[in-house]
């Protein structure tokens, strides 16, 4: 059973360029979460997608936006990147249950630089 | 709003002697809690979660977290630490409402000397 893969790896970009990170949740799971961990601090949340839609957001500005696909996985897209966007984005996939969502389970991770 | 502190940036054990990391939690409910790590250059694996269940969570490689409301703590423990646990240690708070939202500590790195 696959857990939760994301695409790239690494990225390198230069300012002003747009981005685009993708993400496959593990086997079962609906919900896909989005977070960036800038170096030295812990990750916060940018964003979630259930039933193709955002669920809710984060304190992110509008340059960061998504998408979910039937299939359940996700895009994470940038644009207008600034240098402050270097971070590790981070991809959770987890099942939503009634009345709340269930475990988070997080992929590798991709390692995004702006220079 | 929901938030936790992790009140040790870092700290440092000789294998084979106890760990102690520690967490306080602000809620206004009966929060879900976690602990995950973070081995460099990985992401994220699941160590322990409470959802009001047992007081005392155990985890996987042996970790396990007591849950004191008086206290508003969730501290993490292992009896005996091993190189391999060198990591990077999140306590991490479950927002309310449906969405489940990560509310994350500053982490604590922990080092393990021979």
């Known amino acids: 059973d696959a857990g939760v893969t994301q695409s790239p790896t690494h990225l390198i970009k230069t300012r002003g360029q747009q981005v685009t990170l993708r993400c496959s949740p593990k086997?079962?799971?609906?919900?896909v979460s989005w977070y960036q961990q800038a170096l030295g601090q812990g990750p916060q949340f940018i964003f979630q997608?259930?039933?193709?839609?955002?669920?809710q957001r984060g304190n992110f500005p509008d340059r960061f936006s998504g998408h979910q696909f039937p299939n359940y996985s996700s895009e994470l897209n940038v644009n207008a990147l600034l240098l402050g966007d270097s971070a590790l984005y981070l991809c959770?996939?987890?099942?939503?249950?009634?009345?709340?969502?269930?475990?988070?389970?997080f992929g590798p991770g991709t390692r995004l630089t702006v220079l | 709003a929901q938030s936790v502190t992790q009140l040790d940036s870092h700290v440092s054990v000789s294998e084979g002697t106890p760990v102690l990391l520690r967490c306080n939690y602000s809620?206004?409910?009966?929060?879900?809690l976690f602990w995950y790590v973070q081995h460099p250059n990985k992401g994220l694996q699941l160590l322990l979660k409470?959802?009001?269940?047992?007081?005392l969570v155990k985890g996987i490689n042996g970790f396990e977290a007591e849950f004191k409301k008086s206290e508003t703590s969730f501290h993490l423990t292992k009896p005996s630490a091993h190189m391999s646990d060198a990591a990077e240690y999140f306590c991490?708070?479950?927002?309310?409402?449906?969405?489940?939202?990560?509310?994350f500590g500053q982490g604590t790195t922990l080092q393990v000397k021979p």
């Open positions: 959770a996939s987890s099942f939503s249950v009634a009345g709340g969502a269930d475990t988070q389970y």
């Open positions: 086997s079962g799971h609906d919900t």
């Open positions: 997608y259930y039933e193709e839609e955002e669920r």
């Open positions: 809620s206004s409910y009966s929060p879900s």
């Open positions: 409470y959802t009001s269940a047992a007081t």
């Open positions: 991490v708070v479950s927002d309310s409402g449906n969405t489940g939202k990560l509310i």
